[in-house]
């Protein structure tokens, strides 16, 4: 059994002390050890931003890739190794902004990766820039007058997708985190986990005290998350009071389900050899 | 084994007509059929970005001996619509042929007085046969056969194996094929050229540069392909996607080039073969993650057609434009291969050769070819994948290690043993920030110059492995009077004007530099080292290649054939330019 | 009055006879005209693919842009001059596939350009391959076992976006796509039209006669565009009745409104001259 | 004014400590109340790319004469943690000090025995006055004034002016100023070192090459910007958004850079300047993008702010990586200009003219700078717009023509009047297709040809107008032993090389290449005639302006001094290479 010592990595941790990706890296690694899943088994996929330093703090295979890039680099390995579990980890800039046109195809594919959002509705690493999911009216050092676009709803896009798991989870529970990671692990098909995650630098409005008021959890009020109807009104709702916990899921093909040659097996671990071409040259003569 | 063509021994013909009606696969009926009857082949086309309207042709060429390109005129010309005879009288050699249909408005014999005519009723013989208009082509192509004197039984069973399954379609073409025939038969002489099936022949196969480099990464045990539709590479993604069981290759079209590259990289990470194809514009979307696998140190495989730019350009003309920027592309420095294709043969042989050299020094390698290459049909010798084979190079499939795996580790090659994630006992660390040796990333500026002198340390080996790969290659006499330098698909046309100036007696010589980079400079300078009048061939406006070689050798090649409006060189033009240069 | 034949150009149309993309042009430029605009303040653009060929037949200012990059490109447009029309021509690869993010972003930014998707459930300028509007089991040469993809349902993403005018259109009627695309102009704001364009050469399911089967109008059944609840139940409507016409429309700020250099006027037509740099300066003494 | 450093006539400080302790704030209150002093000053930061917990550290350097950059060492070391005197006390000079927090671990004194050690309650002081932990820096810098002997009531006057409306942040930080000079005045000596404040000065500003970059787009009348966050570019964006208003422009923050650039180019479409700014990973998406504008000849301007590669490489670090990928990116051939400002002067006088270029020809023009130069700051003397001014070249404000409007007309000079869309009576048809005159998209061969041929005719009257705009720029004695080549912000060492050499008797220049491409070839070819040695300098691995050079003029720089680890090349590096070679 993989225990969280095992997790750890020598990386020194250079989040901001407070930070709310402490807590998601907690959560993950609570789940990967009460799931059992051995740690080879697992990959980490991280994009740019703050979060993307998760790759160094957790001991499983890892790439850190581009920004924005989480969903295709975790596609192709999926396909190539469909006995992984794999887990992308991005922000909201990353996911939401330059990433989003892969979010809205991965989810329709049904790829069975698992899609983890430390959504600080900020642009963190780069010092405090508007993010698709900062709230109009937000300051920042680019919008220093208040953003002002109407903001993305990451939950809506995921549902309006085809996603077949849909949550939000809230860094400021760890416990209630880590549920909703062993269920999209669990999940036989793409997931969605928006994490509301406090940035306590960058973002000083939606703050965990912020979020504490407001946030409740989908569960404990008999939501029910094979209704697509219920999970359109509960994405919609955020102000006064804010759902976490599984909006939706459903089971529905695999996307590497569709492609032969993955029913010999991965094809990582399939031996390499000269094949023979004859049949396909004799159609050409 | 005989054909005789108007000039040499080769016979061309171009058969043209407007977009959707079939002209490409009318020349590749022929091109299969004239292979079959003992011949080697090369078939071009040219048609624009439209699905209709859009005026396409399609040269195919034919000889006892091996063909290389197209050549400057054609002895037969099957006109589909007067469009075709108007834009390609001129291209018929004196004492060539038309073949047009009877209720054309236009009469070849008003243009030119030097051809033969063989007016026949082609939408008389489709509405006697009841056959959709497209079949006119297919009659067109009885003719053509009679004219020639080439047995039609051979293109029955070409029609029969091209439409396998589909009897109603072979019938209605075969009974074309057979009224086109016996008309010509009944009511023209010959062309004066003739083709006749011979016997006993190698075993041959007709093929494009796309299949070729197709066939060349199943060969080489490519299990992921994921890939953009674009023009001129997309055929490579039709190949792959209807062969993929034979593959065992997953095949992929997502929803961009960015998605492509870098599920290419997930895959290749992950532990497989892995490949994409695009043209320029959708490589300039890759090239962030070209980057990405240098830095990761993932091994991948990137085909280019180029077609003319800037921007969306040309996209179904063909274009050697893209030459530096590959060489150049993605911010920071790092080493990578290119390699460009020269026919069809190299297509097969160097995309085998270069997942083993991915794979070996973990790099990207980009395989650069054009649509005139990727697009155009050649005859050749079953390709035999054991000749290359593959090497994975430094693969862990376990690790026994009591220490840690260090993904990165600083060895003296420069190359730091991967393994498949997954195994037991390690984990890998892949990191697109500079990073130490275990993958962590690092500011460190002792750490971050080690890591980039271990990337560049498999420059050496690189460079050797280059050389033993034969990266210049050589054709044509060795006192040369001239030399034509090139590269990719410029190989075609080269070789053929080397036969023409041999001809005239004139001596002459081609230098494909084949791998561009890294570049084999020794042997470029060596083989420039003489005093003959050199001609830079390039399709492009400001000579790539010779940049590179003044660049790596310092020679500066003044003679310049340079051709940048999507066409591919002819052979007369290099044979024109090199007396030109000899004077 | 611009007049149908100011609207034409000389050059020669090379879509395949019975191509959707006639009726289109023909409603844009029927717009045009009974809108009584005139043909110098409008700006048409163009996406890469068979609709793509738009700018060519129609004589208004014109820009054929890159694949995908149909928005960003009128985005800019708007800006520098907010009296200019701006229409943009997208297919479904364009606009659903690589433009895919585009389209979320710009339609929460509500940026009044008006976006007419050539969607015609296929690539068709690249020979036939699948599109993410694709139905499943289309069999295209990069699909020949059939499309495996949950498609994207371009209505629904707009709606998740924001988009403040969602609508769609059928080549098969000229008359009723004009009347949406003069709507579309005169609403204030973002507007998407996805137009069911048959495409007669590599779209052999989804011909006229399909969609003539299937599509009815909004407005004959009393669908009332304000309500949101209402555009999502008709969004989802794919198969035996396939609705056509305004699903939802709402006014809200629009996006230039939010830059106060823009109050001064159009910024295309402010006049250029070497500006006094000396408050700046100050700052950084 | 005086001012005298241990080693010469420059002073220098380093400020270090953690990532969120205000560092760099301090540095340029430093910085300011010395300019404000009548000196001139050069500062550069130093962070990881992190929010906290990494070390930063900033150097301020000044003098009464200019200075270009920073010392081989430092007179005066502010260390606010630990750690910073571990990493830094080998920095100062013999005889230097070191100011520390006496609740620190570390004993200074232990580990260097020639230096000043000034222990300070800093941690009391911050206490003692119930300020923020971060006013613990104001204090130290009151330390320093002291120890230099600057009056503090000029950095009273810059405090008061940085926190403008913040009454009370103000005061904290007098008081702590106040303190900090006091204990020092009681408590410490001098440094020996003595900065005197002058009276009468010039008017100077002190700014970053960011800035300066924002304010040359300002005085060229840009009225577009968009610009996805990107280090180290992002302040360009933080400048603008926060100067919208004073400056007409729109300041947009898209979804990705690839909306950026088209966004932008959407703009200049319309008639607007409009730029973008990037660094290598970003400007990778803009590629494509790029070859739009070239092909559809709309002028844009992009900056490149480079940052070590491969791919994300060292985000707040600086490099030279991307010189010859920027001169190639993106698919096909086409003019572009590619400058490189060396200083904050530089960024702004050349980001002038890049609008000027660009308009004229019609092309897009890229600056290319890097992180070193973008956010290290200097004083200079006011910008002045009207140096530059603008010209718009051919842009018709109003169409009388009784003929139709041909935006690409095939003219002698390649370019091509543009409108500006909405004017009455023409409408104008921009292309990514190849096109005609008209913009109607073409195959025509002949077209393409001329169409190619045009946009290349701009480089005849492009190359006149870069020779004139002095893109090759030499600093030093006349008769040189000895030459420095370089480009970009080696300027500044460079420089700083060049007094240093003198100091000891060595007659040296420096030759700088701003113009980049088109490449001043026949200037650098006679600049670099003689046979003194000559040393190249670049912050890569590769030597790309080796290449070019290479490339252009057939001289192969042999000596070479290439740093690559992500940190500015020092003035003494420089001098002993230059030794190395003279030997
Ligand atoms: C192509 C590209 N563009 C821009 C950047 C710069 N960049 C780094 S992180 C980041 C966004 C950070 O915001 P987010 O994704 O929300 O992550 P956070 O730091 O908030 O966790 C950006 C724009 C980059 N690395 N690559
Ligand atoms: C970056 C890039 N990738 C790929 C292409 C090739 N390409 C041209 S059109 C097209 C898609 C056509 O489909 P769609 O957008 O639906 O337009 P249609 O032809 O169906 O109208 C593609 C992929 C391109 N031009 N640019
Ligand atoms: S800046 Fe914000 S998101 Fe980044 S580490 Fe600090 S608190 Fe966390
Ligand atoms: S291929 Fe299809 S979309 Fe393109 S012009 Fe023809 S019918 Fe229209
Ligand atoms: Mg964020
Ligand atoms: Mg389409």
């Known amino acids: 059994m993989t225990t969280m010592e095992e997790l750890s990595t020598p990386a020194r941790i250079t989040w901001c002390p407070g930070c709310g990706n402490y807590a998601i890296l907690t959560a993950v690694k609570r789940a990967i050890v009460e799931l059992g899943l051995r740690r080879e088994e697992v990959v980490a996929v991280t994009g740019i931003g703050c979060h993307g330093r998760m790759t160094n703090y957790i001991r499983v295979n890892g790439i850190h890739v581009l920004h924005g890039r989480v969903l295709p680099v975790a596609t192709g390995i999926k396909l190539a190794n469909q006995r992984l579990t794999v887990l992308g980890f991005a922000g909201d800039g990353d996911a939401y902004s330059i990433g989003m046109g892969h979010l809205s195809h991965t989810a329709r594919r049904n790829v069975d990766v698992k899609y983890i959002v430390h959504d600080n509705l900020v642009y963190a690493l780069t010092t405090g820039q508007t993010s698709p999911t900062s709230e109009p009216g937000f300051r920042t050092r680019s919008t220093p007058r208040g953003a002002y676009e109407q903001p993305i709803n990451p939950l809506l896009q995921a549902l309006a997708s085809g996603a077949s798991f849909v949550a939000r989870g809230f860094a400021g529970d760890v416990r209630h985190l880590t549920m909703l990671l062993k269920e999209a692990i669990r999940h036989r098909g793409f997931a969605l986990i928006d994490v509301l995650q406090p940035c306590i630098v960058w973002n000083r409005v939606n703050t965990y005290e912020w979020y504490r008021e407001r946030v409740y959890k989908l569960e404990e009020e008999g939501h029910d998350p094979h209704s697509l109807e219920e999970a359109y009104r509960r994405a919609v709702e955020w102000g006064e009071r804010i759902p976490i916990g599984i909006l939706y899921r459903e089971e529905r093909p695999l996307y590497h389900e569709h492609f032969p040659p993955l029913r010999r097996g991965s094809l990582a671990f399939q031996p390499l050899k000269t094949p023979d071409l004859t049949p396909l040259l004799e159609e050409l003569s | ?583």
């Not at chain 2, 016996?182 to 062309?191: H, P, V």
């Open chain 2, 1 to 583: 084994m005989v054909c005789i063509g108007i000039k040499d021994e080769t016979i061309s013909f171009l058969i043209g007509g407007e977009a959707g009606q079939g002209i490409m696969r009318s020349g590749s009926l022929l091109g299969r059929a004239l292979m079959r009857g003992g011949l080697h082949i090369f078939g071009v086309n040219d048609y624009p970005s439209l699905i209709r309207g859009g005026h396409n042709f399609y040269i195919l060429r034919a000889s006892e001996r091996e063909v290389y390109s197209q050549g400057d005129g054609v002895d037969l010309l099957i006109a589909l619509n007067d469009e075709s005879i108007e834009l390609h009288i001129n291209d018929l050699y004196p004492g060539g042929g038309v073949i047009y249909d009877e209720e054309g408005k236009l009469d070849p014999r008003e243009l030119r007085g030097d051809v033969k005519t063989y007016p026949t009723p082609l939408t008389g013989i489709v509405k006697e046969i009841g056959g959709p208009r497209v079949v006119r082509n297919t009659a067109a192509l009885g003719v053509a056969l009679s004219l020639i004197g080439f047995n039609p039984e051979t293109m029955r069973g070409v029609i029969r194996d091209t439409f396998k399954g589909r009897e109603g379609i072979i019938e209605m073409n075969i009974k074309a094929l057979d009224r086109g025939y016996e008309y010509a038969e009944r009511n023209f002489e010959g062309l004066g050229c003739r083709v006749e099936t011979s016997k006993s022949r190698d075993e041959r196969i007709m093929v494009t540069g796309n299949e070729a480099i197709a066939l060349g990464a199943i060969g080489a045990g490519c299990r992921f392909y994921a890939a953009y539709p674009m023009t001129p590479a997309t055929p490579i993604l039709h190949y792959l996607a209807a062969h993929d069981e034979e593959a065992g290759m997953v095949v992929v079209q997502p929803e961009s080039e960015i998605a492509a590259i870098n599920m290419v990289i997930g895959a290749a990470y992950a532990g497989v073969r892995a490949m994409t194809a695009t043209s320029g514009g959708g490589f300039c979307l890759m090239t962030e993650a070209l980057g990405l696998a240098a830095m990761t140190e993932t091994p991948i495989v990137v085909v280019i057609n180029q077609r003319p730019g800037p921007s969306t350009g040309m996209a179904t003309y063909t274009s050697q434009g893209d030459l530096l920027f590959t060489i150049h592309a993605s911010q920071g420095e790092f080493p990578r291969v290119v390699v460009a294709p020269g026919d069809v043969d190299e297509c097969f042989y160097l995309t085998m050769e270069a997942f083993n050299l991915a794979e070996r020094f973990q790099i990207p390698v980009i395989i650069l070819a054009d649509k005139y290459l990727a697009e155009s049909h050649r005859s050749t010798r079953p390709f035999d994948p054991s000749r290359v084979g593959i090497d994975r190079g430094e693969l862990l499939t376990e690790w026994s290690g009591d220490e840690e795996y260090r993904r990165y580790r600083l060895t003296e090659s420069g190359i730091s043993p991967r393994i498949i994630p997954g195994i037991e006992g390690a984990t890998m660390l892949a990191n697109t920030n500079e990073h130490d040796e275990y993958g962590f990333a690092t500011t460190n500026p002792e750490m971050v110059k080690a890591m980039m002198d271990k990337r560049f340390r498999k420059l050496k080996a690189l460079r050797r492995e280059i050389e033993r790969l034969n990266p210049v290659r050589v054709y044509g006499s060795e006192e040369a009077e001239a030399t034509i330098v090139g590269w990719g698909s410029t190989k075609g046309p080269a070789l053929e004007a080397l036969r023409m100036l041999e001809g005239e007696g004139i001596k002459a010589r081609f230098i494909q530099v084949v791998y561009l980079e890294p570049f084999p400079a020794e042997r470029v300078e060596e083989l420039l080292s003489g005093d003959e009048p050199k001609l830079l061939v390039e399709m492009n406006k400001t000579g790539q290649l010779g940049s590179l070689i003044k660049l790596h050798t310092g020679v500066t090649l003044e003679h310049r054939l340079l051709r940048y409006d999507g066409r591919p060189v002819n052979p007369g033009q290099i044979c024109n330019a090199i007396r030109g240069v000899m004077r």
